[in-house]
């Protein structure tokens, strides 16, 4: 039964599984999202969603740790763009533990992304709810975790301003802000594509292992093959996130 209140569905721009221009919006910042960030000028160019992306990495590494009951110390964040979330105390799970850490920068930012997701296919209150959230984790970050003066001025800001869009945006900012913040976490993981598929890398002069490189040396597998599979549910999770949403039609559209 078709609800009177509604107006029918038109097939946007030729296709009919789209619900509303402004997915078309969104999957078009999605595409270009990922292609600049290919680029040797693109994070000049996506520098906030780069920054941003760091933050989702990093954040990623501490949770898994304080879930795998280890602490999370802090979160260092410099102007280049690059990160080091630094953790104490003995993980459960042993090498597992450590491998789960080492995935949680490159996973935990396309599974909150997709969370996210989910969220803005709901009603305004939920999304509402969903950009305060990501607003005050931010800045809880800046009280409990980020230790560098670029990072407290950098992710506070980003805080405020999301925490304030709820106060101040249109129904409709509000749900496309939501989507387009979730995007940029799901593809966060490939702001740096060539570093999932390297074994060891430079951070502020610093030699160190990279994440993949942490996960061959705990579960013995290459680190070419954990960056396949860590790139692969990070677009299973934007795939199936923007699927979803695109079928649906919230409020604010």
């Known amino acids: 039964m078709s609800d009177p209140k509604r107006p029918a569905l038109d097939d946007d721009a030729g296709l009919p599984w789209v619900r509303s221009p402004q997915h078309l919006w969104l999957i078009g910042a999605a595409i270009?999202?990922?292609i600049l960030w290919q680029l040797p000028w693109g994070h000049q160019v996506l520098y906030p969603f780069s920054i941003l992306a760091t933050w989702f990495h990093e954040m990623g590494h501490g949770v898994a740790a304080m879930l795998l009951g280890g602490r999370f110390e802090t979160l260092l964040l410099h102007p280049s763009g690059g990160g080091v979330a630094q953790h104490s105390g003995q993980l459960w799970l042993g090498p597992i533990g450590r491998a789960l850490v080492s995935a949680g920068g490159p996973l935990g930012a396309p599974l909150a992304g997709y969370g996210l997701l989910r969220l803005s296919q709901k009603r305004l209150p939920r999304v509402q709810l969903g950009l305060f959230l990501l607003g005050c984790a931010l800045l809880l970050s800046v009280l409990l975790w980020v230790r560098t003066l670029f990072g407290v001025l950098a992710i506070g800001a980003l805080g405020v301003a999301i925490a304030l869009i709820p106060l101040y945006g249109s129904p409709w900012v509000q749900y496309f802000a939501l989507q387009f913040l979730s995007?940029?976490?799901?593809?966060?993981?490939?702001?740096?594509?060539?570093?999932?598929?390297?074994?060891?890398?430079t951070i502020q002069g610093v030699a160190m292992v990279s994440d993949t490189g942490q996960m061959a040396k705990q579960l013995w597998l290459p680190y070419w093959f954990?960056?396949?599979?860590l790139a692969a549910i990070s677009l299973y999770c934007l795939g199936s996130g923007l699927w979803r949403?695109?079928?649906?039609?919230?409020d604010g559209f």
Do not use: H
Not at 183 to 201: G, I, K, M, P, W
Not at 226 to 229: F, R, S
Not at 245 to 250: E, Q
């Open 226 to 229: 954990w960056g396949a599979l």
């Open 183 to 201: 995007v940029q976490a799901c593809l966060s993981t490939f702001s740096r594509l060539d570093y999932l598929f390297t074994e060891n890398c």
């Open 32 to 34: 270009t999202t990922m």
């Open 245 to 250: 949403l695109v079928r649906s039609r919230p």
